[in-house]
């Protein structure tokens, strides 16, 4: 059982958002609890002080207490709390303290102090019925994100903790690998452990989440049964900033139907890496203003076909054309740019402004202005570039890629970790973007995102370009088609049974 | 541009050496090669430091690295030979500098690269360094492998804003492309310690109980014969000092 008892937090320093304020809140054992509301509210806050992260390595102002078990959690050390608390994080990346599976999964056992016999029977255990025999032994640079996140899983699972904290553990995560990780989480019910999700994609917990805590601005604001969330409707939702709780639900909006002629053209495109055939054959054409959803599984290419497309991978063969001139890697260097999903890699400059100018020989200082008051962050020119939020310095670049004047854009993963209104956000971004006449890609597994912003969809898997049609309400059925079908080969099983 | 890939896995590495006879292999490794008295015997230990790098398991990082290290020690007889003036001194001072820090790298870079992080926390408790250095140098070696992930990225970043860490650009605005590198990789690098901690926090990693092990390490024929090799090489390097200054 978790119990805050009138819990107050304020960060210290300059971490002021995401505060809380006189939280009371019970969570029974064996409950699944879903913490959700826009970014900022507190909700990752909360799940700090269950597994004693705060005050313990977030410093601040606390008062009230935080209790899991009868046990106030700050009078017992942390690493006491890990045997009960386990917690997973956001980015599978940096959770990984080994470079390879197996002691990766036994790094918290070695921590306690497991006699050997023991840890080793554990990991077999944990590899059984978390079904990843297939990770033995492997590297975590060879890994994908998902399986990342799976092995990052196990290594708590091993110590068998009853309470597991998750914090928006699918933000990095494609469609199969959170349809994989809520079976995980269906395990985890089954077995009674107590689990406390901070979330803002919840259309996949709708089925395993008891109680829904919505939290707005540091206190609970709402507690909503299953029954009373599903119900809430499209409107009610957006109004709390809220993403969609069915992909069914997602409707896309009215698309421009009339289209310009085409600019860009690609013929008999294959790429390869390290000799290897990724993709073969692709032929597309896309005209001024298209903004093209990519989708496809881990592995089928998308990132290597941006990559090529910015003139960044150079191993390939079929040519790309703009306006009918061959373009080589350097011509499409000048013309394209890459909105990055860590979008911290390219940002050099110590203000916003610097930012947008850096690297130019001589910058137009209208073009700059003009292009950070379009953007919105004019204001923010003086200001260093990490001091802005991450929907910000997604528009810092962007600004740079209109002083630059770049015509071919391509975002990777725009909206991981957004709420709905920071993704709304990007999307008017990528429609404003599309009224200058520039030619847009979108490398992204989110559904409601594709929907709300894409007016084409091109489908890439088994090395080959699957499908491509416009996103129109005709061909809505065809991307329900990618994105429903590991829901709905689940529910096909859950009815035959 | 070389692209430094470090190999993480041993899968089919000849010599498996205890994270100890690593760290004592660095140390005197380094100091062997500040003193060497020729660049004959500097040579020769380097090609010690590339046959180890190749057994360990790390055999395209130390093919790289002796390729250019050979380049450099061709570049500085070139230069010592066949140049006069003012040339020969740039040429001589830089190459010299390069040869010295070149092989320190390598023999890093190999001994890192093929060291297993929960081994290296094992030894480390067997010597009974404190915690509170282990695990910084725990982190650093977790952080190393991930720098050439970072340049990745960073790299296509700046080839996109036409700043591309190129030959050219490092000559004509070397401050520019340095820092391009530099922002971005410490931003990265605070993120990433600062998540790594925490997730191995709430792991236990700071049970003050002793730590236990997976891996099996202890000394073996080879982390004798190793220790001996470099230990001899520093003998040699200051026996040679010594008599020089001697006589």
Redesign the interface.
Known sequence: MIHFEKVSFTYQGVMLKGGLHNIDLTIQKGECVLLCGRSGCGKTTLTRLV???IP??YPGELTGATYVDEKNIQTI???E???R???V?Q?P????????T??EI???????????EK??RC?KKTMEELGINNLIGR???ELSGGEKQKV?FA??YA?SPDVYLLDEPSSNLDMDAIEELRCTLELLKKQGKTILIAEHRIYYLRELADHIVYMENGTVSRIFSTQQFLSLSDHQRHKMGLRALKLSDVHPGILPSEKQRPILDIKDLSLYYKKKLILSNLKLKAAPGEIVGIIGHNGAGKTTFS?TL???HRNYTGTISWKDKKQNAKDR??R???V?Q?V?????AETVEKECC??LKHPDLDAVKQAMERLGIYEYRTDHP?TLSGGQKQRVAVA?SMI?EKEILIFDEPTSGLDYESMIRVSKLLKTLSEMGKVIFVVTHDYEFLTTACTRIIHLDDGRLQEDYDLISDNLHRLHEFFLRSERRRSFEANGE | MMELQIQTRDMFAFLHLDPRTKLYLLIVGNVALFLAPSLLYEVVLVACIVILGVLAGAKRFTVKMAIVYAGMVVLHMIGTCHLVGTLQVVIVTFTVFIRKIFPCAMLGGILVSTTRVNEFMAAMNRIHMPKAMIIPMTVMIRYFPMVHEDYCYINDAMCMRDVGPTFTSLLTHPIRTVECIYVPMMMSALKVADELSAAAVTRGLENPKPRTCIAEIHFQITDVLCGVLFTLFLAGSIWVKLKGGAG
């Open positions: 597994n004693g992260l313990y390595f050390p942390i690493y709390i890990a045997k608390v386990g917690s994080f980015n990346r940096t959770q990984f303290f080994n470079v390879d197996d002691s036994a790094f918290g056992m070695e921590n306690l102090s497991y006699p050997k840890m080793k990991i590297s975590i640079f990052a290594s708590i110590l990559r910015c003139g960044l260097l000048k394209s740019y890459m990055m860590d911290n890699y390219q940002l050099f850096f690297g990490n740079v630059c």
